[in-house]
Nanobody, 126 residues
């Protein structure tokens, strides 16, 4: 089973993007899903997480109020895609964004995530 993040691109400061994360070859229904990012020359950092049922979310302080993590109901889409709606983007948001799956609870700790997708690049110009 693999994860694939998509939706990245170039956007001006203040703009918006929506990232998607979908599974292929299987499903991550029942898994908490996290979003992380890594900027050039920096360590990977937590961005947001959404619980297995989509009811609970966690956010890094740097993105609270600007980013929204969500997921479709598995009853509507068995692939249960996950989204990261990003608004009021800033140049500091420039990074490769990754989605990850965790069989447990939502967490900002990357060590609990068992599956990682290839990232998608988000570039915010000033």
């Amino acid at each position: 089973v693999q994860l694939q993040a998509s939706g990245g691109g170039l956007v001006q400061s203040g703009g918006s993007l929506r990232l998607s994360c979908a599974a292929s070859g299987g499903t991550f229904v029942g898994y908490a899903m996290g979003w992380f990012r890594q900027a050039p020359g920096k360590e990977r950092e937590f961005v947001a997480a959404v619980s297995w049922n989509g009811r609970d979310t966690l956010y890094a302080d740097s993105v609270k109020g600007r980013f929204t993590a969500s997921r479709d109901d598995a009853r509507d889409d068995a692939k249960n895609p996950v989204y990261l709606q990003m608004s009021s983007l800033e140049p500091d948001d420039t990074a490769v964004y990754y989605c990850a799956a965790n069989p447990g609870l939502s967490s900002p700790d990357p060590r609990v995530y068992e599956y990682w997708g290839q990232g998608t690049l988000v570039t915010v110009s000033s």
